[in-house]
């Protein structure tokens, strides 16, 4: 099965910074980006804490993440709004780094919502639906989690958390 083939290895386990890695996404994205009336808008808050995991399987999931917001937008043009941040919650549990990708498509209708995680479910003519699927799966197995919505202003969201690295 393809999802288990994706499956990531414990040697590729290291300690991340989410804002190198969201900035290497969009380097590898800026001229899909730059074709098309898309604004993109970055709040990448500083010093954010160190997530653990496999670099490569997230930066995957944020590119398959980002791909979906831009063909949401397309050809008419719009914004996609990437922001980073943290939650400290002191010695009383652990902390968590966020990651929240927006877009000002026509958002995602009710019936797809259920469904756009799950494999080989596509709205797109050429879609293969492997995807979100993807994403979802590589964010989970790098112990995220990730949400789909639409956004109170319209377009569509997604909500990605993790748990931060403690240091050993």
């Not at 996609?80 to 002191?90: A, L, P």
Request: charged content about 20%; aromatic content about 6%; hydrophobic content about 40%.
């Amino acid at each position: 099965e393809l999802f288990q083939f994706v499956e990531p290895t414990k040697q590729r386990q290291q300690r991340l910074d989410l804002n190198s890695i969201v900035s290497g996404v969009l380097q590898m994205m800026a001229g899909r980006l730059s074709s098309g009336d898309v604004k993109l808008i970055e709040h990448l808050t500083p010093g954010l804490p160190p997530i653990t995991g496999d670099a490569m399987l997230l930066q995957q999931a944020i590119l398959n993440i980002l791909e979906n917001a831009r063909d949401a937008v397309l050809p008419a043009g719009g914004a996609i709004t990437i922001v980073t941040d943290y939650e400290s919650n002191g010695s009383h549990g652990s902390d968590k780094v966020f990651l929240e990708v927006s877009d000002t498509g026509p958002g995602i209708p009710p019936d797809t919502l259920r469904k756009i995680f799950e494999p080989f479910f596509t709205t797109k003519p050429k879609g293969t639906g492997l995807g979100l699927a993807l994403a979802k799966k590589f964010i989970e197995a790098n112990d995220g989690s990730v949400k789909a919505g639409n956004a109170p202003g319209g377009g569509a969201v997604f909500h990605v958390t993790f748990e931060t690295s403690r240091p050993a």
